[in-house]
């Protein structure tokens, strides 16, 4: 097992992707803190990570509380060698009509959660000998999207975050990656768009297809193995060649040249 005798935190990880980290990450021997907002799921996810795995509640837009998770983990685990940034939330509205009630929660949720709990647990690993941070961002990050006034701007800003935080944090042996994967086919998307939307979306992709959750946490495994040691401040891209691609998608493409 890769993983074994290692700990992690990965927020947002009772549904969705961070879910799958934890349970890909915990089967490969990690002891992984589960932690979201609701406790019915994140019994449901401790129960598919098994024994090892941990759970913690609480909102981590709050300074305290991301600083009470990492003790969390310390406290259970008695080291801490990976976070995972992985909580958020998204909501779609235009432009003109956005409301600064719904701007404030997703700067707090994806920005200054990331911002809060990574320096937590910088703090915890650059006293010890080093760790892996990985923030989970989206292609959306560098892309103008209708109804994303907030999603795409935080995202980006999560990524900017990650080069800073791999620059100063390299001399504490802790590397810094971020990944940002395309769209991902789960329920928060079929919620969003629809079931046809989303298969419509796939012709629009040089793959031909949205990505698997499994996917991104494949990535995840590998950014925190010995084999992505000397890889820092680096924002991977997931996404089946959509951002390459970028306007000249496989539907103009073909549209082009029939």
């Known amino acids: 097992m ?8 990965i927020t947002g990880s009772t549904k969705g ?8 990450f915990a089967r490969e021997g990690c002891r992984v803190v589960i932690h979201g907002m609701d406790a019915a799921r994140a019994e449901e996810a401790r129960a598919e990570c098994g024994e090892g795995a941990e759970i913690f509640l609480g909102d981590i837009a709050r300074e305290d509380v991301a600083a009470s998770l990492t003790a969390f983990a310390m406290e259970k685990f008695g080291r801490l060698d990976i976070l995972i940034n992985s909580a958020g939330v998204v909501k779609m509205e235009p432009f003109l009509e956005f409301k600064g009630e719904t701007w404030r929660q997703l700067v707090d949720v994806h920005l200054s959660g990331a911002f809060y709990c990574s320096q937590a647990a910088a703090r ?3 006293a010890g000998p080093g760790g ?12 103008g999207q209708f109804g994303f006034a907030a999603y795409a701007p935080v995202k980006a800003g999560v990524e900017a975050l990650t080069r800073v935080m791999a620059v100063e944090l390299a001399a504490h042996k802790i590397s810094v990656n ?20 989303l298969k419509e ?5 040089p793959m031909q297809r949205m990505g698997l959750a499994s ?14 040691e000397y890889m820092t401040g680096q924002v991977l891209h ?13 539907e103009v493409y073909k549209r082009a040249t029939s």
């Open 2 to 9: 890769r993983l074994a005798g290692q700990a992690a935190i």
């Open 17 to 24: 992707i961070g879910r799958e980290i934890a349970v890909r």
């Open 124 to 126: 915890v690993m650059a």
């Open 132 to 143: 892996r941070i990985i923030q989970i961002s989206t292609i959306a990050a560098g892309f």
């Open 178 to 197: 971020c990944i940002a994967p395309g769209p991902v086919w789960n329920d928060m998307m079929e919620h969003l768009y629809g079931v046809e939307r």
């Open 201 to 205: 979306r796939c012709k629009t992709i």
């Open 215 to 228: 996917e991104v946490a494949e990535l995840a495994l590998y950014l925190v193995s010995p084999a992505a």
């Open 238 to 250: 997931l996404d089946g060649g959509a951002s390459a691609a970028g306007p000249f998608t496989m």
